[in-house]
């Protein structure tokens, strides 16, 4: 693949047309556009890897200047924020890992949305039935889903820990993209048609993304002035902009009475979310997960998101095994078998550590790892769900069998972006950022120029006192993001992370069993086909994992459905990006070849 740093793309005028929050305005002007991506680049001084050519751009430019790392990371999200609108921003919130070259600590920021006070624990019981509301229509499009938002406030601790950056300076990429416009993409486009029903139901949503009553047209120039006028005002008042003061007064405003168009049938359950929510929100610095992979140190996003601790239990199951000595087909099964027994354990044990007594040690522990490694069958696919292990009493040894619980549901989708940066320095950063469904609640602030998260339906919908996701005031809903950052004798290694719901997880212990034990490239490790099992009857897989392994797994006693998402027609699981670091200090930044219309690798010094 061709090396690429930075790639300009004058628009003509015969391709585009400039859209602005809905009125359709001609004509296009030649100001240089990041359209170009490249899946992987090599090279020195400092790389990056995103879903979109402009936030890559934007990291670029900030590393340019000088900038490190978290700076690049934060121009980058927000940059984000306005090229890919559905999947993240500043009404969503994240996980920020960082690796710090000069004190060689991994630390990170749980930015997590929460609960407002004032939700009942029944909040998703359909008062007018008594029945829980649906995910479709009523949670995935609603008030009542909509946490309080941690992106902001995850961007200025980020960068007053890490970075050499106001936030002003960092959201200048950003607030140019925003103005400027971007190239109108078919992935942008069909997300944008994905949603239509639901876009069309707010006044807000429909006149900023759903332009003359259709999703804007590939090769068109999308501008957002409001959302430029937005991060304005952070660059001017800071996060206090944001959780206090007017915007903060809005926000609560939709979330309580959502601008709903007068033709729409769809239910939109208001919301509870106050200004008072809003004030007291902050993002919180959390010790990572660490376990050990093979000689590998992998740090990952402790709860509230399950992701560090079940990629951790997962590979300290696969670490008892010699995957490198089986084959292919014998290695993914031993992945698979892992996956599901640390899902029983996320399902039964995980939720936010600030509400309830989280095991994370134990989930963690190589002894734990290795009694759970007695469940796997070396030929044979444990029967569906598998019960969860005793964080309590373990030994390492085989205990007798036990009981499975019922079935566990669990969600996928194509939502959610991950970037990851490192800089000259050394520095790395992966960040995982969402506002949960593609779309989150559908819901624009008016006249602000960002969605809305629906991420509390991340919790359970129905309140059981020994749920650890229960809902409660104020509280985290359990995530499985899980932005890694990998050392190999105290450098950096592998840093990695997916969009995709619970997939998340799967994908990232895929990608690094690939890496570590299947050989591969870090770029092959991304591209390759993926399935994913949680825990249930039957494995989740790509049609391309199917055509290459389906058979062989078939005979191992594992079933294998293809993907799917609810709300779209698409059959990938998660869009991975990652840097890996080479002994001699080029660094190989990987994005996705295919998903998501594929991904933007750059670095600053292109090399062979
Ligand atoms: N809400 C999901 C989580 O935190 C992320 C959204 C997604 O990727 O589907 O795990």
Redesign the pocket.
Known sequence: MAHVTRRLVAVTAALAISVTGGAVATPAFADPRETVKAATATGYGGAVSTVDPEASAAAIEVLRKGGNAADAAVAAAATLGVTEPYSAGIGGGGYFVFYDAETGDVSTIDG?ETAPDAMPKDAFIDKATGQPYRFTPELVTSGVSVGVPGTPATWERALDRWGSMRLGDALKPAIKVATRGFVVDKTFRQQTLDNKLRFAAFTSTSSLFLPGGDAPAVGSVFKNHDLAETYRLLARKGTDGFYYGPLAAEIAATVQAPPKTARTKLPVPAGHLTTADLAAYSALDQEPTKVDYRGLEVYGMAPS?S?GTTTGEALNILDTFDLSGMSTAGALHHYLEASALAFADRGKYVGDPAFVDVPAAALTDPLFGKERACRIEPLEAAKKPVAPGDVAAYDGVCPASVAAPADEKD??????TNLTVADRWGNVVNYTL?I??TGGSGIVVPGRGFLLNN?L??FSTVYNEADPNRIEPGKR?????APTIILKDGEPFLALGS????T?ITTVLQTILNRVDLGMGIADAVAAPRASQRNTASVTAEPAFIDAYGQQLKGYGHTLTPSGDAFTSAAEIGAATAIEFLPDGRMIAAAEPERRGGGSAMVLRPSP
């Open positions: 997590r998101s992701g969600t996928e989708n194509i939502s959610t969402t949960e469904q991420e339906t991340d809903p359990r995530s499985s993001m969009p995709g719901g619970s998340i």
